[in-house]
């Protein structure tokens, strides 16, 4: 079963004061998270929120346990520009946690712009002493994003005790950049708007640049998540990026500019901040910006949030979620989601996203365009907190706690939070969920806002047939139409209507002058077996063309199995159910045939009402079908068209194997014996009747002239049927064949195939020696047997025995046995057997043997006619130079190691004593002329100088 999350009810965890207006506007509640750091570890996120209120103050307060933590306050004239930063750092000596909270503020008098620290020291005594620190800026703009930055140690042994030794960094709404002592505010470094703008596009408007909002991390982290590992975008640095190392502050901002013709263009930027040991080895410089790549939506997002780890990017704009993937630095849009109403979001896991209106809470998976949960928000719970006008108001999602699975949001003047249950079989981590599984059945519409343009183009004939819109109501209410005309021909016993009324539906062209003609055999000396098509073997004016059938509507197939065919099946009596052919005499049977439509699954399909109640379809009408083609058709025609070109199962292809052994006389019918006993029993009784005399007659009549049909036309179709049969036979699985053997054929009828597969060994001449030479001539021109044949002859035998099994064998063999008089023969069965295995199981030893070696005399003469060739070649010619190698003399590798005499201690020789050893092994350095008698053997070379 899908997993589901469940969303409770959403609780009030503090009730807030309102706040006073700002100049532009009603005041605001600004929330931001709280982080806690320990000394020489990881900062990580703390179960705390900082609640900022216009014209009041800065309230902590823990979510666990809904407690005020600490506030503090600021003038009733100042509004808040952005979220407050609080981070609680503890020293590794163990000392007391120092608590540092940075804000932004704004007096609405003055218009004077402030960042003020409160830093919180505990005492020894339990209480607990702030101070503050107050920088005032002369930016332009607000100040939309602070944050501290990593920790740095110091070079004093007392402030790495007691100080953390950060930086805070503030990030103005037109781009301008500044780092703030953390202790003081001080000013260290200040960075213009240019660091944006220098590597956007020259038409842009600098003045419409803004910054949307920004997001602070580390460079390994960037490294990892967004550049999958590849730190050639850091390659400024001296150092390379580690997360146990040299890993400076990052900072990625999302901005907007105003670009030509009046539309915004979008950009991430990344950003390097300076510390102390980065801004040596930039050489002073305070900001560098390490990439700067454009986002493929324009619209300016309300929020936006970036998972670094997973480089996973999520912004809400126009109730529309944007999910990008962030892969080699390249943000490519993923999905869009519209969810109506929508006015924020958090991130839960990469497959799940809580989404939040004014009056419900749901869950998506973006991946799959799923709705996994939703919860309505209960106004009630909250009157005693707001008023009337501020039931209504926007849920804002500020923090999850994954640990806790609790979200907290403000709604109005109250801190909301929702408590998020996950599914009992679901693990600890939350990234198991996401399964396609879990989105079946909650699937939102997805709707298109664009006009839907359609491209015209040909759809291939099987394409055209299978496309749904041949099943709309329009096609559905056409075919019903033509069915009911169809049917009143049927009714009005106009065979001929009916049959034209097909031919038209299945595109079929009628050739009326081969209508009810016999196919005579082919004399032109053509191979007979090209010639073979399942057209060509079933007599069908329909089926004679010799060309490919169109591909057929099923639901007219269908049609036409129900209207040949009929299910019979009396009152009460299931088991003496069966299948009937009301038109054996139409081309439309033949057509069925002959276009591979008389399938099983067509026919269950066909009479699937009638049949709804009957077991085991499958093998009964497997069973049925291939004999009812034969009482329709005795010359087998029908049949032998049924295995050209029908996909059949082991039940249809047994059933058919068993009617052609039956008609080649390699099985006995017992049908014929119970006929003439009948006959006999009336002719006893009835004396000298004569219609009696007159049936025998006709019935003779009859066989003599399908004996002379066999005999005269075809003589060779049965037995090339029967190969087709066998060849499908093995297709089929093993299991299914042995159960189809033990169902439709006797002990002896098993043996009697076993006969006819012993047969077809020898007639291959599989159980001959290849290497005797008692060959007749005319063995030596017949045609050889295909290689395949021998494992298809082994795996049917194998199947045949598997049929039987042990019991079998036994029961059989004293059978056998008794009948030892009157057939000597039978009794040495299994040994014959045994040994025509046994001599083609050598055989094929040999011919693998004698395969060996014929290749490789094959080979060898390849050899030698190459190396003929190459001897062939002709006569080289003497190159003369006048410059000769020095020598090509390759001095004995010195070993790396010795044996030092006393002890037998194997040490390192030095490169001293590899030098030395090597001047000994090198010869006398000597100048040689070389003149042309030399070179004719004339006379030695001259030395001219020698010496070491």
């Known amino acids: 079963m899908a997993s589901k999350l469940h969303i409770h009810k959403p609780y009030v965890l503090k009730a807030l004061s309102n706040p006073l207006d700002r100049p532009d506007g009603p005041g605001r509640h600004t929330v931001g998270e709280v982080f806690g750091q320990k000394q020489d570890s990881k900062r990580r996120k703390r179960s705390e929120l900082s609640v900022a209120i216009d014209g009041d103050a800065v309230h902590l307060y823990d979510i666990l346990s809904s407690q005020a933590l600490t506030s503090y306050l600021v003038p009733p004239q100042s509004f808040f520009t952005c979220p407050s930063y609080s981070f609680r750092w503890r020293p590794s000596s163990g000392g007391n946690a120092i608590r540092y909270t940075y804000i932004s503020t704004q007096d609405s008098l003055s218009k004077k712009k402030e960042i003020k620290l409160f830093r919180d020291v505990p005492n020894d005594a339990g209480t607990t002493s702030t101070t503050t620190a107050t920088y005032g800026h002369h930016c332009e703009k607000p100040i939309i994003y602070l944050a501290a930055t990593s920790f740095e140690y110091s070079s004093t042994a007392h402030l790495n005790a007691e100080r953390s030794n950060h930086n805070v960094v503030a990030i103005a709404a037109n781009g301008t950049l500044m780092g703030l002592d953390g202790e003081t505010l001080e000013e260290r470094w200040k960075s213009s708007p240019a660091i944006f703008t220098q590597e956007l596009s020259a038409k842009a408007a600098p003045e419409g640049f803004q910054v949307d909002y920004v997001q602070s991390t580390q460079a390994a982290d960037v490294v990892d998540g967004l550049f999958d590992g590849k730190n050639e975008l850091f390659g400024v640095f001296r150092e390379k990026i580690q997360r146990d190392g040299f890993n400076p502050d990052v900072l990625i901002a999302f901005t907007s500019i105003q670009g030509p013709g009046g539309s915004r263009q979008r950009h991430m930027h990344i950003l390097v901040l300076p510390g102390r040991k980065s801004a040596q080895q930039l050489n002073g410089q305070n900001v560098i910006s390490v990439l700067t790549v454009p986002l493929p939506t324009q619209a300016i997002p309300a929020k936006g949030q970036l998972d670094v780890k997973s480089g996973s990017l999520q912004e809400l704009a126009n109730e529309v979620l944007y999910t990008y993937s962030i892969k080699g630095g390249i943000p490519r849009l993923e999905n869009e989601l519209q969810v109506p109403g929508i006015n924020s979001f958090l991130r839960l896991s990469k497959s799940s996203v809580l989404t939040a209106s004014a009056t419900s809470l749901s869950i998506y998976n973006p991946l799959f365009r799923s709705l996994q949960s939703t919860t309505l928000i209960d106004n009630e719970q909250s009157n005693h907190t707001t008023s009337a006008n501020e039931k209504n108001v926007p849920f804002c999602l500020a923090t999850y706690l994954p640990g806790r699975e609790i979200v907290v949001g403000l709604r109005g003047a109250t801190l909301t939070a929702v408590q998020l249950e996950a599914p009992t079989p679901r693990g600890t981590k939350r990234r198991a969920e996401g399964l396609l599984v879990d989105a079946i059945r909650r699937g939102i519409p997805q709707e298109h806002t664009g006009k839907k343009s359609e491209a015209v183009q040909d759809k291939p004939g099987i394409i055209a047939m299978m496309h749904p819109e041949i099943y709309s109501e329009e096609s559905w209410r056409e075919w019903r139409e033509a069915s009911a005309k169809a049917d009143e021909l049927l009714d009005a016993n106009d065979l001929p209507g009916f049959e034209a009324t097909m031919a038209d539906v299945f595109r079929v062209q009628v050739n009326t002058q081969q209508n009810n003609v016999k196919i005579e055999p082919q004399n032109d000396g053509s191979d007979s077996d090209q010639a073979i098509t399942p057209a060509s073997l079933v007599k069908s004016a329909w089926a004679s063309s010799g060309k490919k059938y169109h591909h057929a509507d099923r639901r007219w197939v269908l049609y036409a199995i129900s209207k040949v065919f009929a299910w019979s099946a009396p009152a009460g009596q299931t088991s003496d159910a069966h299948l009937e052919c009301r038109l054996p005499e139409s081309n439309l049977l033949g057509y069925l045939v002959a276009a591979g439509h008389l399938t099983i699954s067509n026919i269950k399909s066909a009479f699937k009402e009638q049949t709804l109640e009957l077991d085991d379809m499958d093998n009964l009408l497997g ?302 350095y000597s100048v040689t002329r070389i003149t042309e008698d030399g070179l004719l053997g004339r006379r030695g070379a001259v030395i001219l100088k020698e010496e070491m």
């Not at 049969?725 to 189809?740: D, I």
Request: charged fraction near 30%; proline fraction near 3%.
């Open 623 to 924: 069973e049925q079908v291939p004999p009812l083609l034969v009482d329709v058709d005795p010359t087998m025609d029908l049949l032998l068209g049924y295995l050209y070109a029908t996909q059949l199962g082991p039940t249809e292809l047994t059933s058919s194997v068993k009617l052609l052994l039956r008609s080649l006389d390699l099985l006995e019918d017992p049908t014929k014996f119970r006929q003439l006993q009948i006959a006999d029993s009336a002719a006893q009784e009835q004396g000298e009747d004569h219609d009696v005399i007159d049936m025998e007659l006709d019935k003779a009549e009859e066989e003599l002239q399908m004996t002379e049909y066999y005999l005269g036309n075809d003589s060779g179709s049965r037995t090339r049927g029967l190969s087709v049969a066998f060849s499908k036979l093995v297709m089929c699985p093993a299991a299914a064949t042995v159960q189809s053997f033990r169902r439709l054929f006797k002990p002896d009828e098993i043996v009697c195939l076993i006969n006819v597969l012993r047969m077809e060994l020898i007639n291959d001449g599989w159980t001959r020696r290849y290497l005797d030479g008692s060959q007749d001539v005319d063995d030596e021109e017949a045609e050889a047997a295909p290689d395949g044949s021998i494992q298809l002859i082994a795996e049917l035998m194998s199947r045949c025995i598997d049929s039987v099994g042990l019991g079998g064998w036994m029961a059989f063999d004293s059978m056998l046995t008794k009948g030892a008089i009157e057939d000597d023969e039978s009794a040495d069965f299994f040994h014959q057997v045994l040994t025509e295995v046994q001599v083609a199981y050598e055989g094929v030893q040999e011919a693998v043997r004698l395969q060996g070696a014929l290749g490789e005399t094959v080979r060898y003469a390849r050899r030698a006619r190459a190396s003929r060739k190459a001897q062939n070649l002709s006569k080289g010619s003497i190159l003369r130079s006048q410059e000769l190698p020095f020598g090509l003399k390759a001095d004995a590798r010195i070993s790396q190691d010795r044996v030092r005499g006393s002890g037998g201690e194997i040490v390192k020789r030095s490169s001293r004593q590899i030098g030395h050893f090597r001047s000994q092994k090198r010869a006398a």
